[in-house]
């Protein structure tokens, strides 16, 4: 009885295997793989600007200044505008909408930004009256490709307003026999051959493109393939030129958009900096911390020696320390002296006292201690200054927090007071 059944079970495996043979000769794995392009259409995005009653403060960037007015900016909404009423009187005058912005800066009665990929020249002699004296389409595809920075190039496709902003990737996967081929995309290609988005993505608005617009002396820079692109606009319509500030392939530097121009020295920021000392046109420098680490904002200063003070962030915006990098002929080299102050986000050198802006206002005067080190000690702290964002004008201290802009008397430091 054993013998049959095993006879019988060897009969069925072998007609089961000729069977197999026979439908599928061969079988074999595949993964198929393509990419769909995204596209934004930005025709209804990228409209002209919106003059708006003055509106409450939430998130700073920077505040500039002309004869007439401050401008404080707020990423991807526009621009707080007060007018100066007198030495120490600001009132709150209009709020330029432009609500895909990230930069920008003022020279004279013009205002320069962008707006998603686009340069704005703004007309601002009457801030109530702002108008667009030209827009420089794609001016940020054009200028911000840096070699290995790898900034997100907006591909102008179809139209003017149409940008390649991103891909989706469709993977099939399954087994292939001779009855079983794979299959074709037939169904992928109507599901995602045409993405067009309305509205720009969020990954895309607070990451690229790399935006940094400051006013140098007169002369307006943003950045461009490892340097900085001078740009300028009169009756004679809008011109771009290479300046001669050259920053290498090889920096360290991932920009994000940040460019500072602070005593006589030009900066731009990422997870280190990069440097110029443009007035004395020296050689270029970089300072950089290899954990890549976010600068929040530089100064110089000169004496008793030339060092950076830099404030760096760690993760949380209250894990924020102070850093003194000290500039050597070609090379930068870090003091390694840190002193630890939660808080601050904006610094400014007035007199070689460096003012700290945050949950708090603090002084601090560079120092020599017991082992000949240079460090950066705290002498004064005001707890009842707080705020965004800072900028010195003469002897006023202009401090922006969410209540508005401030207004304080530096001349004596020992006894900084608000007007009026």
């Known amino acids: ?161 149409v940008y390649e902003i991103g891909s989706k990737q469709v993977v099939l996967t399954g087994t292939e026999t001779d009855t079983n081929p794979p299959p074709d995309f037939s169904e992928s290609d109507k599901l995602y051959g045409n993405i067009i988005e309305k509205q720009i993505p969020e990954t895309v608005k607070l990451d690229k493109p790399y935006a940094g617009i400051v006013n140098v002396d007169g002369n307006i820079y943003t950045l461009g393939a490892n340097n900085l692109i001078q740009c300028s606009y009169s009756h004679d319509g809008f011109k771009i030129s290479h300046s001669e500030i050259i920053f290498p392939n090889y920096s360290s530097v991932m920009p994000t958009g940040n460019i500072l121009y602070k005593d006589g020295v030009i900066f731009i920021i990422g997870n280190g900096f990069t440097y110029k000392d443009y007035k004395n046109n020296s050689s270029q420098k970089q300072g950089y911390r290899p954990w890549g680490w976010p600068v929040r904002d530089l100064v110089l200063l000169i004496e008793p020696t030339n060092l950076l003070i830099a404030i760096w962030q760690f993760g949380d915006q209250h894990n924020i320390h102070f850093e003194l ?19 601050p986000s904006s610094i400014i050198n007035v007199n070689d006292t460096i003012i700290a802006l945050g949950n708090q206002l603090t002084l601090h005067r560079l120092e020599l201690d017991q082992f000949n080190s240079y460090r950066l000690e705290l002498v004064k702290t005001y707890t009842n200054i707080s705020g965004l964002s800072m900028l010195k ?11 508005g802009l401030r207004v304080y008397d530096i001349s004596n430091l020992e006894n900084i007071m608000l007007k009026p």
């Open 325 to 343: 990098a000290g500039i050597t002929e070609g090379s930068v080299y870090i003091d390694g002296s840190v002193n630890n102050f939660p808080g």
């Open 393 to 403: 004008d003469g002897d006023r201290l202009i401090v922006v927090n969410r209540q």
């Open 1 to 161: 009885m054993k013998k049959v059944l095993f006879l019988f079970l060897v009969i069925v495996l072998v007609a089961c295997e000729d069977t197999f043979e026979v439908k599928h000769r061969y079988a074999r794995p595949f993964a198929l793989y393509k990419s769909y392009p995204i596209y934004l259409d930005a025709s209804e995005i990228l409209i002209d600007i919106q003059v708006k009653p003055s509106i409450a403060i939430n998130e700073v960037f920077k505040i500039v200044s002309n004869d007439k007015y401050f401008f404080v900016g707020e990423k991807m909404k526009g621009i707080h505008v007060y007018e100066k009423t007198d030495e120490f009187h600001i009132n709150p005058l209009c709020f330029i909408e432009c609500k895909h912005f990230k930069a920008f800066d003022v020279l004279d009665n013009m205002l320069y930004c962008n707006n998603f990929v686009d340069l704005l020249v703004i007309d601002i002699e009457n801030p109530l009256q702002a108008k667009i004296l030209h827009r420089e389409k794609d001016y940020f595809n054009k200028c911000n490709n840096s070699l290995f920075n790898l900034p997100v190039h907006y591909n102008t496709t179809i139209d003017a307003n």
